[in-house]
């Protein structure tokens, strides 16, 4: 039993008492009692056993000891003094004695200090990505003499740099994989490399701004960086050259600590776009056998983002957004998001010709291109243009950026602010195909730019039959836009709040500085390249990962269900 299983067993067991669903069975055996009457402020307890007991361990409340309970929060961190706990053994000294008592409660000492690697362990079971603080000796600068001032002065130098370095390799420790929770500590992160024990967590130190403060604990300092740079979204933005830029994101990041803050009605929206998304791919799964589609399955996260951009674009008065893309994922963008006629799409399934034509749409069901009107809740209307895609990936890009740059030119639009390139990428061509980087070159030519693009990487973590590490040098699929120094913002496919609010930070960023921003949506493909071939026989441990993964939709609506949002009987309609 590890830890993860252990907690797991304990919620369970917790919330079944305080419904008043446990029962006699789960006492069946029990020698041992664990009682906490600290809840309730006692310091220490000595319980009475009840027949059939061998032990009772209590634990006190966790406070400062009694004399140094006036004393300022601040004078306390600063001398290393901390709260403390008192742990009691209450034995039937007919089979336990009294020596193996205090024995038992030495080892609960031990392990509270972090011996034989108690804290790695549990951090390891919980894929919890940081190395746990460790007991260690205090060295507080201004106790140790003379030198206190310039030792204290260097600390301080430490921990900025510490703040720095999270922010640039925060998001290597971020939790962006959803088939993947094992996260490696990374040691430019660990506050023990900067010579930071356990006793500093509670001393304040200058912050330089950070999340609007000038200072803050060091406890406080790590929550605020590891919310916003190592959760379900990862950002790549301290390349940036321009301070401006840079300042921007960094203060609207860790203001909110990437926190998508959605309220009620937000959410619900987003589980029903989640819902539309997966509801027409297994329509067209069960319908249409053996037809290539070019599924969105396990990337339906892409369609509340692009409704974030739509909405808020809408709200803004941008008048058009202009979406280039490629096959995957398209039935379902032209569906659900430009809104084209779902008998139209299952018409190009059955194949029934459109008899005023004489030959046909001259393409493919899914590299066909649609316009439509998107409209928010409070009335607002924003266009949306699909471009068609003969070219079945990423030779489209320049065309729509063609298509943009002559829309506005067409409305006196020399800001570049009323219509927008929105372009949709897989991750392998992204990195793999040179046009890419070709059109992010035209980015800032006067001649050519658009005032910025949204790059959307629907990152499946494959190409075709091709792994990421086979496919490509660089760490991310989205490296080669650092040319530009676009931001990149990366945010795991099975949080789709996050993939929404990225989605309104990335357009946001655009319409204020006109330059190119990048999100990558790191996701799965639940099938085959096309449904047409069997993915396991070349990459067997992903998709034995895949088959066991519950969908996106039922992931967020079970999460909506358990934060009371909604209720079972609106989840199961």
């Known amino acids: 039993l590890d830890f993860a299983a252990f907690l797991a067993a304990f919620d369970d067991l917790v919330a079944r008492s305080r419904k008043g669903s446990i029962s006699p069975d789960d006492f069946m055996g029990t020698t041992v009692s664990l009682t906490n009457p600290g809840t309730v402020g006692t310091t220490s307890s000595a319980p009475r056993l009840m027949p059939g007991q061998g032990l009772i361990l209590a634990t006190g409340a966790l406070d400062y000891p009694a004399e140094y309970r006036a004393m300022a929060p601040r004078t306390l961190s600063l001398l290393g003094i901390s709260k403390v706990m008192t742990v009691t053994s209450t034995y039937d000294h007919r089979i336990i004695q009294g020596a193996e008592s205090g024995l ?27 190395r746990p603080v460790r007991w260690e000796i205090d060295s507080a600068p201004g106790l140790a003499g003379p030198g206190g001032g310039r030792e204290e002065v260097e600390k301080q130098a430490r921990v900025l740099r510490l703040i720095h370095n999270y922010r640039v390799r925060g998001h290597l420790v ?34 330089n701004g950070l ?3 000038d200072r803050a604990s060091l406890r406080e300092i790590l929550d605020i960086l590891r919310e916003t740079y190592c959760g379900t979204v990862g950002v790549e933005y301290m390349y940036i050259a321009d ?14 600590r990437n926190n998508p803050g959605l309220n009620a009605a937000g959410k619900r929206r987003v589980l029903e776009k989640l819902i539309e998304a997966e509801s027409f791919e297994r329509f067209l799964h069960a319908k249409y056998v053996g037809h290539k589609r070019f599924s969105l399955e396990g990337g339906e996260a892409l369609i509340p983002l692009l409704d974030r951009i739509l909405n808020d674009a809408a709200q803004q008065g941008i008048k058009e957004v202009v979406v280039g893309m490629p096959h995957r994922g398209r039935l379902n963008v032209l569906a659900n998001t430009v809104g084209k006629p779902l008998r139209q799409i299952f018409e190009e399934f059955e194949e029934n010709k459109d008899p005023n034509a004489t030959q046909g749409s001259g393409d493919v069901k899914y590299h066909l291109g649609a316009t439509g009107i998107h409209r928010t809740d409070t009335g607002e209307a924003v266009g949306i243009s699909v471009a068609p895609n003969p070219s079945h990936l990423e030779f489209v890009n320049p065309v729509v ?5 002559a829309k506005q030119e067409a409305l006196g639009d020399p800001q570049h602010a009323r219509v927008v390139p929105v372009l949709l990428h897989g991750d392998a061509a992204f990195a793999g195909q040179g046009i890419v980087a070709e059109t992010l ?24 039959t091709t792994s990421p590490e086979d496919a490509r040098s660089s760490t991310y699929c989205t490296d080669v836009a650092k040319m530009v120094h676009a931001p990149a913002f990366h945010v795991n496919g099975d949080d789709p709040e996050a993939a929404a609010y990225v989605a309104g930070l990335a357009l946001e960023y655009r319409q204020r500085f006109k330059k190119d921003v990048v999100i990558d949506l790191v996701c799965y493909r639940r099938w085959g390249h096309n449904e047409g071939d069997e993915p396991s026989y070349t990459q067997p441990l992903m998709y034995s990962k895949i088959k066991a993964h519950t969908t996106e939709a039922q992931l967020y609506g079970d999460q909506l269900l358990r934060d009371g949002v909604i209720s079972r009987e609106e989840l199961d309609l």
């Open 104 to 130: 038992f409660l030495a080892r609960i000492e031990e392990l509270l200090k972090g011996e034989d690697r108690f804290y790695e362990r549990i951090f390891d079971d919980l894929k919890v990505p940081h």
């Open 174 to 207: 971020a939790d962006l994989d959803p088939l993947d929770v094992e996260r490696t500590p990374h040691q430019d992160l660990d506050p023990a490399t900067y010579g930071l024990t356990i006793w500093d967590l509670d001393r304040e130190f200058i912050t």
């Open 211 to 213: 999340s609007g403060r």
């Open 243 to 256: 301070p401006e830029r840079k300042d921007w994101l960094q203060e609207r990041m860790e203001s909110a």
């Open 401 to 405: 950026e063609g298509m943009v740059r």
């Open 441 to 464: 070159n035209l980015a800032s030519l006067h001649g050519y730019r658009t005032g910025g693009t949204i790059h959307v990487v629907v990152n499946n973590q494959i190409g075709f």
